[in-house]
């Protein structure tokens, strides 16, 4: 029976480079100049730190064009905590990645609809697609795909 599995997780190298041509092009660029504008990766999180709000703004399109360039989903940044001084403005992204199991159900609900002989699975912040044709699936894939779904979704494990 073929099967297929829906993650959500990131690709550590491709955000490092991403936030690397970040951090570059902000030291590079003449309106970055002088305002203290700085980018860091630490492990879940993304600092992006100003002097001045619109300039963080500005760095932050940087970050997101970079992501979108390597095909990093931007929904992998959020949780946003912001930290202000009377010098410094700081934003610190937490990168989400895996399924939580709420998600999991309305994805599940969503395929189910559909298709209604799929059997589904969540397990270990995954889910676990089985059906009875190779085409079945590939008609899941596609509707997980156009759905509206917060979560950046990866699909792996493809077995026949």
Not at 69 to 78: A, C, G, M
């Amino acid at each position: 029976m073929p099967t297929f599995d829906i993650t959500s997780e990131f690709n550590t190298q491709e955000i490092t480079n991403a936030v690397d041509q970040a951090y570059r092009e902000i030291v590079n660029r003449y309106d970055f100049r002088d305002t203290g504008t700085n980018i860091e990766f630490n492990e879940q999180t993304i600092t992006l730190k100003s002097s001045t709000e619109e300039r963080l703004k500005a760095a932050e399109q940087v970050l997101k064009e970079k992501f979108v360039k390597r095909n990093v989903s931007i929904k992998f940044l959020s949780d946003i905590k912001i930290e202000k001084t009377p010098s410094e403005i700081k934003h610190f992204y937490n990168l989400k990645s895996g399924i939580t199991q709420e998600e999991s159900k309305m994805i599940i609900s969503l395929i189910k609809k559909d298709f209604k002989k799929a059997q589904c699975a969540y397990q270990n912040q995954s889910i676990r697609v089985s059906a009875k044709k190779r085409d079945e699936l590939q008609n899941i894939i596609q509707l997980v795909k156009n759905s509206d779904i917060d979560t950046p979704i990866n699909f792996g494990n493809f077995r026949d």
